[in-house]
Protein backbone atom coordinates (compact mmCIF):
# COMPACT_ATOMS: atom_id res chain seq x y z
CA UNK A 1 0.00 0.00 0.00
CA UNK A 2 1.20 3.15 -0.97
CA UNK A 3 -0.28 6.66 0.62
CA UNK A 4 1.32 9.78 -0.37
CA UNK A 5 2.35 12.19 0.17
CA UNK A 6 2.85 12.36 4.17
CA UNK A 7 2.43 14.82 5.31
CA UNK A 8 -0.59 16.38 3.06
CA UNK A 9 -2.21 19.44 3.12
CA UNK A 10 -4.82 18.98 0.24
CA UNK A 11 -4.84 15.52 -1.01
CA UNK A 12 -3.75 11.77 0.01
CA UNK A 13 -3.14 9.42 -2.96
CA UNK A 14 -3.69 5.79 -2.46
CA UNK A 15 -2.52 3.21 -4.10
CA UNK A 16 -3.04 -0.97 -3.12
CA UNK A 17 -0.53 -3.13 -4.89
CA UNK A 18 -2.13 -6.15 -6.78
CA UNK A 19 -5.75 -6.20 -8.48
CA UNK A 20 -8.38 -4.58 -6.16
CA UNK A 21 -11.18 -2.62 -7.50
CA UNK A 22 -12.98 -1.41 -4.15
CA UNK A 23 -10.95 -0.36 -1.30
CA UNK A 24 -12.35 0.75 2.32
CA UNK A 25 -11.08 3.50 3.70
CA UNK A 26 -10.81 4.72 7.19
CA UNK A 27 -9.19 7.74 8.44
CA UNK A 28 -8.69 7.73 12.30
CA UNK A 29 -7.88 10.70 14.05
CA UNK A 30 -5.49 10.30 17.63
CA UNK A 31 -8.55 10.06 19.60
CA UNK A 32 -9.68 6.67 17.75
CA UNK A 33 -12.78 8.51 16.25
CA UNK A 34 -13.69 7.45 12.53
CA UNK A 35 -13.57 10.86 10.91
CA UNK A 36 -14.01 9.82 7.53
CA UNK A 37 -15.12 5.95 5.97
CA UNK A 38 -16.34 5.35 2.68
CA UNK A 39 -15.23 2.64 -0.33
CA UNK A 40 -12.98 3.95 -3.37
CA UNK A 41 -11.04 2.51 -5.98
CA UNK A 42 -7.78 1.56 -6.04
CA UNK A 43 -5.58 4.65 -7.20
CA UNK A 44 -7.99 7.44 -5.73
CA UNK A 45 -7.35 10.51 -4.75
CA UNK A 46 -8.61 11.62 -1.14
CA UNK A 47 -9.47 15.10 -0.07
CA UNK A 48 -7.77 15.92 3.61
CA UNK A 49 -8.38 19.61 3.32
CA UNK A 50 -11.21 19.83 5.12
CA UNK A 51 -9.78 17.94 8.24
CA UNK A 52 -7.78 20.00 10.89
CA UNK A 53 -3.91 19.65 11.13
CA UNK A 54 -2.94 16.61 12.90
CA UNK A 55 -2.05 12.89 13.55
CA UNK A 56 -4.26 10.86 11.91
CA UNK A 57 -3.86 7.12 10.95
CA UNK A 58 -5.34 5.45 7.31
CA UNK A 59 -6.91 2.13 7.63
CA UNK A 60 -7.29 0.75 4.24
CA UNK A 61 -8.93 -2.74 3.32
CA UNK A 62 -10.39 -4.92 0.74
CA UNK A 63 -11.99 -8.66 1.42
CA UNK A 64 -8.45 -10.33 2.33
CA UNK A 65 -6.49 -7.55 3.90
CA UNK A 66 -6.21 -4.81 6.53
CA UNK A 67 -3.46 -2.20 6.86
CA UNK A 68 -2.75 1.13 8.67
CA UNK A 69 -0.45 3.64 8.60
CA UNK A 70 0.20 6.93 9.91
CA UNK A 71 -0.36 10.22 8.39
Known amino acids: MKVYP ?3 TE ?5 WNGIVEDLNV ?6 GKIVFNQQVKNDSRLSVQNFP ?3 YFIRISNDKTVQTKKV
Not at 11 to 15: A, E, M
Not at 26 to 31: A, C, D, F, S, Y
Request: charged fraction near 5%.
Open 6 to 8: NPA
Open 11 to 15: YLNIQ
Open 26 to 31: ELINIT
Open 53 to 55: SGL
